[in-house]
């Protein structure tokens, strides 16, 4: 019942773009927070980016900080990650996460984003 579901991944040159969406279904979207996480071979899982609810709180990793530029929209039920300037150390599957208080958070299934010449 509870979905999420990343798409947008793919293979890009070094220096190039991709837009990551995230559709929700199942729970209030509008009240939950949103995180983009990566996880490249090898890696431990890291955050990239979350924001608030109303998209007024906004945090990014400082790999990612001046490239990346996380979104939301409430009337779709998704959440974005504009990810420009991308480097080969990008290269990672990205997931998208709704947290929860006291109760175990919502994960999506993963995109694959390949970043190389």
């Known amino acids: 019942q509870v979905r999420l579901v990343e798409s947008g991944g793919g293979l890009v040159q070094p220096g190039g773009s991709l837009r990551l969406s995230c559709v929700v279904s199942?729970?209030?979207?509008?009240?939950?927070?949103m995180s983009w996480y990566r996880q490249a071979p090898g890696k431990e899982r890291e955050l990239v980016a979350t924001?608030?609810?109303?998209?007024?709180?906004?945090n990014y990793a400082d790999s990612v900080k001046g490239r990346f530029t996380i979104s939301r929209d409430n009337a779709k039920n998704t959440v974005y990650l504009q990810m420009n300037s991308l480097k080969p150390e990008d290269t990672a599957v990205y997931y998208c996460?709704?947290?929860?208080?006291?109760?175990?958070?919502?994960w999506g299934q993963g995109t694959q984003v390949t970043v190389s010449s």
């Open positions: 924001i608030t609810s109303a998209g007024v709180g906004i």
């Open positions: 996460k709704a947290i929860r208080v006291r109760a175990s958070d919502y």
């Open positions: 199942g729970f209030t979207f509008s009240s939950y927070a």
